[in-house]
């Protein structure tokens, strides 16, 4: 069935440090992907999307980039600091789903220290 | 600032209990969602509105009833509920229709069964 996979966490690093999150999806259709972040006792929010092959999402200095070939749409950003400090889930919606349904990879925690 | 406004905040509740949980946007959208999350997972979808009628309810507990008063609110009805229950409730919603319509969640209700 469809889903997501991402790296286990959590992922520990000093601020200023690179990011890198690992996600890879399956899916039947053509999904549109998404990273959601989710801050210690807050809701989700979105980070960014990609809704075609090749499309590059980014915000905040996060950058994830839909690639095809690979099925993945790994997160990073070049200098983490220590607000960076969240779970961050990635997500995929399938063409044609259910008014969007999305489906969740597991989150990875992120610490950022300073 | 969240745009999608959730309350109450926290909620302590006994299993003979009856309370509600309210979502409201006034962003135009016209899809809203329930999602349960539990500690360290991610969010699990339970129920979808589309058009303020209910689209999608993913074997939810009758315990759980939702209702869509209009376009804007969406609630949460809860009546003997379990200790399982305990988790954070939050609700999102979407412009509608298409997959690549990104969710827009709110800080949820944490909620307790006693």
């Known amino acids: 069935g469809d889903s997501v996979t991402q790296m286990e966490g959590p992922v520990t690093l000093s601020e200023e440090a690179f990011l890198t999150i690992n996600c890879t999806y399956t899916?039947?259709?053509?999904?549109?992907l998404f990273w959601y972040v989710q801050y210690p006792g807050e809701g989700l929010q979105l980070l960014l999307k990609?809704?075609?092959?090749?499309d590059k999402g980014s915000n905040k200095g996060f950058e994830a980039t839909y690639r095809k070939e690979t099925t993945s749409f790994h997160l990073e950003k070049g200098s983490v600091q220590v607000s960076d400090s969240a779970v961050y889930f990635c997500?995929?919606?399938?063409?044609?789903?259910?008014?969007?349904?999305?489906?969740f990879g597991k989150g990875t925690k992120l610490s950022v220290k300073p | 600032d969240t745009e999608v406004t959730q309350t109450p905040k926290h909620l302590v509740m006994g299993m003979t209990n009856k309370k509600s949980l309210k979502c409201e946007q006034h962003?135009?959208?016209?899809?809203m969602y329930w999602y349960k999350q539990k500690a360290k997972k991610p969010p699990e979808l339970m129920f979808v509105?589309?058009?303020?009628?209910?689209?999608i309810n993913e074997s939810v507990p009758s315990r759980f009833s939702p209702e869509c008063p209009n376009s804007s609110l969406l609630n949460l009805h809860l009546h003997a509920l379990q200790p399982e229950d305990s988790a954070l409730y939050l609700c999102?919603?979407?412009?509608?229709?298409?997959?690549?319509?990104?969710?827009?969640f709110g800080d949820g209700t944490r909620l307790s069964i006693l």
């Open positions: 509105y589309s058009y303020e009628k209910l689209s």
């Open positions: 899916a039947t259709g053509y999904p549109s």
């Open positions: 990609a809704t075609k092959a090749d």
């Open positions: 997500a995929l919606t399938l063409d044609g789903g259910s008014q969007g349904n999305l489906i």
């Open positions: 999102a919603s979407s412009q509608g229709g298409g997959s690549n319509q990104p969710q827009h």
């Open positions: 962003m135009g959208h016209r899809a």
